[in-house]
């Protein structure tokens, strides 16, 4: 049961949809197994559980460069209450970009761990390609590299969304020089970062994660304008038992001191970053 009641037009920015693979099959480069259970119907239930009025559908590496399930679920959710980051490269033509754009895409994923199909030095042509549409590009990284990417991700030419706090795979203070490249970013005005999957990288653990939790809380201070919340569902990388979505949103109260700022992180800006 959740503890803090959840803002009308709350918004999930961060969850993926898998479907019968005899109808999307899955890409030759997925690195992991793939949860197919995890539908349309089972996430309506948490989405009706939590209280969430949109979604926001993240294009699993599972499918590769093939947006079909991503889509066909953001046509069923409807454009009134769903959008999607898809998985697109320089080669995709700007016809499906349009296409992919009409039908609810927001922004490039940029997956630059295993099963991703860019790498760092084609993330600027990347980046280039879809700022016409005012796309986004959604990078997923170690942060340990934060230093010595920041300056690519400064230099692209559309806004950019850090994904899971950072995701530092090596434990760290806020005030480590990582961390403090990534509030640096946050200065442009141009980066943003995903409140999300906290479990993905803590060394502490749950119910609180408190190494992790430590970052999202000076993140969400340098700059609560630039933050949105994902529930990650359905945490395909987490081992049994995942966790609990209603649990981790409830973090976010814990992040995000005063109603106001979470109802900036859930509703006002994720309504800004996808166009809602």
């Known amino acids: 049961m959740m503890r803090h ?3 009308a037009g709350a918004t999930d920015c961060h969850m993926h949809i898998y479907g019968p693979e005899a109808r999307y099959p899955v890409a030759p ?7 197919f259970t995890s539908d349309l119907p089972a996430y309506r239930a948490v989405k009706a559980r939590l209280g969430l009025g949109r979604t926001v559908v993240v294009q699993p590496t599972a499918y590769g460069l093939d947006n079909a399930c991503t889509m066909d679920a953001v046509a069923e959710l409807g454009l009134d209450a769903a959008r999607a ?4 490269t320089v080669e995709t033509s700007i016809a499906e ?20 199909p860019v790498p760092w030095e084609g993330l600027p042509a990347l980046a280039a390609h879809v700022a016409p549409l005012g796309w986004h590009v959604q990078l997923q990284f170690d942060g340990g590299e934060m230093e010595a990417r920041a300056p690519l991700i400064a ?6 969304v850090i994904d899971h706090i950072g995701r530092f795979h090596d434990p760290v203070p806020p005030s480590a020089p990582p961390v403090r490249a990534l509030l640096r970013l946050l200065e442009s005005g141009r980066v943003w970062v995903k409140a999300s999957s906290p479990y993905g990288v803590s060394r502490s653990g749950p119910p609180a994660y408190a190494d992790v939790a ?19 569902w359905p945490h395909p990388n987490a081992p049994a038992p995942k966790p609990d979505e209603a649990t981790l949103l409830d973090l976010l109260a814990e992040w995000a001191p005063g109603e106001s700022q979470r109802r900036a992180i859930l509703v006002d800006n994720a309504a800004r970053l996808y166009d809602f």
Do not use: Y
């Open 214 to 232: 430590a970052i999202a809380r000076a993140i969400i201070a340098a700059a609560p304008e630039r933050v949105v919340w994902g529930s990650n």
């Open 5 to 7: 009641p959840t803002p």
């Open 29 to 35: 480069t997925n690195p992991s197994p793939v949860p």
């Open 97 to 116: 970009l349009q296409r992919l754009h009409a039908a609810g895409a927001r922004g490039a994923r940029a997956f630059m761990l295993k099963g991703g």
């Open 155 to 160: 230099s692209l030419p559309c806004d950019v």
């Open 85 to 88: 980051v898809v998985a697109v």
